[in-house]
């Protein structure tokens, strides 16, 4: 250092003071006029810019593209999955599982209903109710069992009288939609002039 008659000369002589900061160009705090580094820098994270904003996020859902998770994320889904953030289009719906022709198994606690129910039911949808839906259970000979089913795979048969062969029989019963190929309905059947009272585990699967 020394004595300088200009200030000019001092800018030019003087030591320079020192600004504390980050220098980094890539940092969210970068300073300019910084003249040297502090380790004080902080980044964005990453596919966020510093304002914590998306880089790159086509749907505008406030999720970045690169963390976006594929798969059905419509709560009344079947399939919801609640981890997924972009629907691709494979949400399935209870309802629609159900309506189709199965395969019957069924394993009851007496003599003649195992004899009697047949080895295929056709399920067809009634009315939508909501997250319900009306089904109809096709057994056959023109037998139908009326239920529904909810959002979640809930099987419910209402009590109410069916005629099965010669037989007029109450039926009440609960069940569950287990996947998109199996279902299981537990059933009671009563009446055929007092000689049926039994209960049937029916496995339905596709």
Known sequence: TGIYSTESECNNNCAQTIILGCMDTLACNYDITVTQENGSCIYAELYYDCSNNCINDFDNDGICDELEISGCNDTLAFNFDSMATDNDGSCEYAF????????????????????????????????????????ELHLGAGVIIDGQVDYLGNITIPNQSIGIDQFSLDVIGLGQLNSTTSATVNISFSGGFGFISESCILTLTL
């Open 96 to 135: 629609e599982i159900m309506v189709n022709t199965w395969n019957m198994s069924s394993d009851c606690d007496g003599m003649i209903m195992g004899t009697i129910l047949p080895s295929e039911i056709t399920v067809y949808e009634g009315d939508y109710l909501g997250t319900i839906v009306n089904l």
